[in-house]
């Protein structure tokens, strides 16, 4: 039977002892790491979130009989409590803090048995990731796994204090919220009092923070929950965790700044290190010609180049059927490259680019050992010239080129390919946080599934200023007070000033291809809200779980969330989603049909 901590009262932590609390008597717990059995000697190294330290266990006889074999059964993952005399340790572990002392024990409790695990309890385990969530509670308590939570801690009050300290008051908002149709699909709550109605769980706490600023409330934030149904990624999650915030009266440039001062503070805080402000700042345009994507990565080179005036007029059938439709031929030099990558792995990566929509990769290597090219013999030599030109061709160098009709597609390919050559070849320079502004992003972008424009953020947007005449007539120039900001390639943040106007919001919802009785059903609070002086307001949002990813140096943002979801969206640890009672079903009105694809 298990024994109690009654009468007992930890003293210390594992990790806290040090050679200057030699001759104490100390009280630790925690769970057995290692025990190792000498004879007339056993160690056992006890772990808790602090640290290791080691227990000593002489065989003094009689007398410490059962004290030795408590010792002896101990195993790992054991629950032990341990009463004895810190002393100084005859052979020395400079490997871990407490490696000078260790603990002469003269009381040991053993508070709860364990059954081998199903993996070993260490750092960078090499368990496959399916095993480790399905026991997350024990693959949380290694040591690796526990640094990254208590990070996100340390994060999250650095948050909190900085935004107390810049007058920003926390204030909750709803999780079960009235459903909207724009962005993501909704995670949809029945009612039980109200039979064939439902919430939904928030994916942001968007018009909640617009009418806290109507509210009188003018600097606003939250360590949010929200929620989106849809597929994943490795670094998406169904839940995850917003730093909200919202300000009064203010234009972009007061709130990026609050947002520059967060990250300055949060890295001084946790980390240690000092990020120098003002940001850089590049338009969507510029980072959509230069990099293919809005979110790009600048601790390497491999820019695009665009050589489609280099092919103006070209036959070759590839190129010139792209250019003909409005597309674009563009490409990447991968300068000095020839002899690392074969034409091999040329084959792999056109098979691996088709995932982001390109048909294939045309490509020319300058090699050591001779030219080879997979559409030159198409060109004129007037054309190859013009190509190699335009890209600065040199001997040793692979040139990389996409053609598409839609240049989507060729922004979203090469975008891809450049991070993924940069990975592969160690071109990324990691020596210091790289961040950046994106500005002046599209208002709308137009979706082909539904045959309309939608909003690239969100329908509360405030369109530029200077843009407005085109709202209606060309909305596909108007651009956005919208700004992201990017560490390292990611976006973990993101924001812009938001429409206060009744009278520009109905416009953007006509723009949006709402008709005024949609707009009155979903969003007729916040209109009629707009009604009472609502002040210029805006905002941003710091993805949490991305943030802290990054800074701690996650691969996947799983490893700073303590119960993660799996890219089905479940939960390996309780099998959930998981069946109701019928009779739950029946209190909520819902009769559950078979899906059509079973």
Not at 303 to 322: N, Y
Not at 424 to 435: A, C, T, V, W, Y
């Amino acid at each position: 039977m298990a024994e109690t901590m009654a009468g007992w009262a930890r003293t210390h932590s594992c990790g806290d002892l040090r050679l200057q609390d030699k001759g104490k008597e100390v009280l630790v717990c925690g769970w057995v790491q290692r025990q190792r059995d000498l004879g007339q000697l056993i160690f056992i190294d006890l772990r808790d979130r602090t640290g290791i330290v080691q227990l000593a266990f002489d065989d003094g006889g009689a007398k410490d009989a059962e004290l030795f074999r408590k010792a002896f059964t101990a195993r790992a993952e054991f629950v032990l409590a341990a009463k004895g005399i810190v002393r100084e340790r005859e052979a020395k572990n400079p490997d871990v803090p407490t490696g000078d002392i260790e603990i002469e024990v003269i009381e040991l409790r053993v508070l709860a048995k364990s059954e081998t695990p199903p993996f070993e309890i260490v750092e960078d385990s090499p368990v496959k990731e399916d095993l480790r969530l399905k026991y997350r509670y024990l693959d949380l308590r290694r040591s690796d796994m526990q640094a990254k939570i208590i990070g996100r801690h340390k994060i999250v009050k650095a948050a909190r204090d900085y935004f107390d300290s810049h007058g920003f008051l926390e204030i909750e908002t709803p999780n079960l919220i009235k459903s909207t149709p724009e962005g993501a699909r909704d995670y949809l709550v029945p009612s039980r009092v109200f039979p064939g109605n439902f919430f939904a769980l928030p994916q942001s706490p968007q018009l909640y923070k617009q009418l806290l600023m109507l509210s009188g409330f003018d600097r606003y934030m939250q360590i949010a929950r929200c929620f989106r149904d849809e597929d994943l990624r490795a670094d998406r999650q169904p839940e995850f965790t917003q730093i909200d915030l919202e300000m009064s009266f203010v234009e972009e440039e007061d709130v990026m700044a609050i947002g520059e001062g967060f990250i300055q503070h949060v890295y001084q805080t946790v980390l240690g290190i000092e990020i120098p402000t003002p940001f850089p700042r590049m338009t969507w345009h510029e980072a959509m010609r230069r990099f293919g994507s809005d979110k790009p990565d600048l601790r390497f080179g491999l820019e695009l180049i665009d050589v489609s005036e280099a092919l103006k007029g070209t036959e070759f059938r590839v190129f010139a059927g792209a250019l003909a439709e409005g597309g674009s031929v563009r490409g990447i030099n991968l300068k000095g490259l020839a002899g690392k990558l074969t034409r091999k792995e040329i084959d792999k990566l056109t098979e691996w680019i088709k995932a982001y929509g390109a048909k294939g990769i045309a490509w020319t290597r300058l090699a050591d050992t001779g030219e080879s090219s997979s559409f030159e013999k198409f060109l004129s030599a007037e054309e190859v010239q013009a190509v190699r030109q335009t890209m600065d061709a040199q001997p040793g160098d692979v040139l990389l080129l996409v053609a598409s009709p839609k240049n989507k597609v060729v922004f979203d390919s090469l975008g891809a390919l450049r991070c993924e050559l940069a990975k592969r070849f160690g071109l990324i320079d990691d020596s210091k946080p790289n961040l950046l502004w994106v500005t002046d992003f599209p208002l709308f972008e137009y979706d082909e599934d539904e045959g309309r424009y939608v909003a690239m953020h969100h329908p509360f947007t405030a369109p530029r200023e200077t843009d407005l005449p085109s709202l209606e007539s060309d909305p596909e120039t108007v651009c956005a007070r919208a700004y992201d900001l990017v560490l390292n390639g990611n976006e973990i943040g993101g924001g812009s000033i938001r429409i206060h106007d009744p009278e520009l919001q109905n416009r953007m919802f006509q723009a949006l291809g709402f008709s005024q009785e949609q707009a009155e059903a979903q969003f007729g609070f916040l209109l009629e809200a707009f009604r009472f002086g609502a002040p210029p307001h805006g905002g941003m949002a710091f993805g949490l779980d991305r943030l802290v990813m990054l800074m701690l140096g996650g691969e996947s943002i799983r490893d700073v969330i303590a119960f993660p979801k799996v890219a089905s969206s479940g939960e390996l640890m309780t099998s959930s989603p998981s069946q109701v009672d019928e009779k739950q079903l029946t209190e909520l009105g819902i009769q559950i049909r078979p899906s059509s694809d079973s």
